[in-house]
């Protein structure tokens, strides 16, 4: 059963960095896209980043274009989302989602800072990033 764990996140000051991790059981990564998504307080989940099962296709939210970096190690069947120059509206709990299929879906999720719509991605149990000084 596909299944993923997210980890990394925690405590920070603006203008640091951390590092998530999404870690992929139960299915090959090489055969999946991966997304990262965040829902912060009050607010919906919006999508951030995304990368192609190949990890050749990547795109990036505007909000976090020139901040966050979106990577895969499909050796050690985990994505990663480096975090730099983190703010206090980053602050949010943080969630990688797996799609075998439908990576433009998951490109336009991305694009417009929304929730990835149907239901055909694997969730995982998010990771809480808060940012304050």
Same mark, same amino acid.
């Given at each position: 059963?596909?299944?993923?764990?997210?980890?990394? +996140?925690?405590?920070?000051?603006?203008?640091? =960095?951390?590092?998530? @991790?999404? $870690? #992929? *059981?139960?299915?090959?990564?090489?055969?999946?896209?991966?997304?990262?998504?965040?829902?912060?307080? +009050?607010?919906?989940?919006?999508?951030?980043? =995304?990368?192609?099962? @190949?990890? $050749? #296709? *990547?795109?990036?939210?505007?909000?976090?274009?020139?901040?966050?970096?979106?990577?895969?190690?499909?050796?050690?069947?985990?994505?990663?989302?480096?975090?730099?120059?983190?703010?206090?509206?980053? *602050?949010?709990?943080?969630?990688?989602?797996?799609?075998?299929?439908?990576?433009?879906?998951?490109?336009?999720?991305?694009?417009?800072?929304?929730?990835?719509?149907?239901?055909?991605?694997?969730?995982?149990?998010?990771?809480?990033?808060?940012?304050?000084?």
């Amino acid at each position: 059963q596909l299944q993923l764990v997210e980890s990394g +996140g925690g405590l920070v000051q603006p203008g640091e =960095s951390l590092t998530l @991790s999404c $870690v #992929v *059981t139960g299915f090959t990564l090489d055969y999946l896209h991966i997304g990262w998504f965040r829902r912060a307080p +009050g607010k919906g989940r919006e999508g951030l980043a =995304s990368i192609n099962k @190949s990890g $050749v #296709v *990547t795109n990036y939210a505007d909000s976090v274009n020139d901040r966050f970096t979106i990577s895969r190690d499909n050796a050690k069947n985990t994505v990663y989302l480096q975090m730099n120059s983190l703010k206090p509206d980053d *602050t949010a709990v943080y969630y990688c989602v797996a799609l075998r299929h439908g990576y433009a879906a998951l490109r336009t999720a991305v694009e417009s800072q929304k929730d990835l719509t149907g239901d055909s991605g694997s969730w995982g149990q998010g990771t809480q990033v808060t940012v304050s000084s």
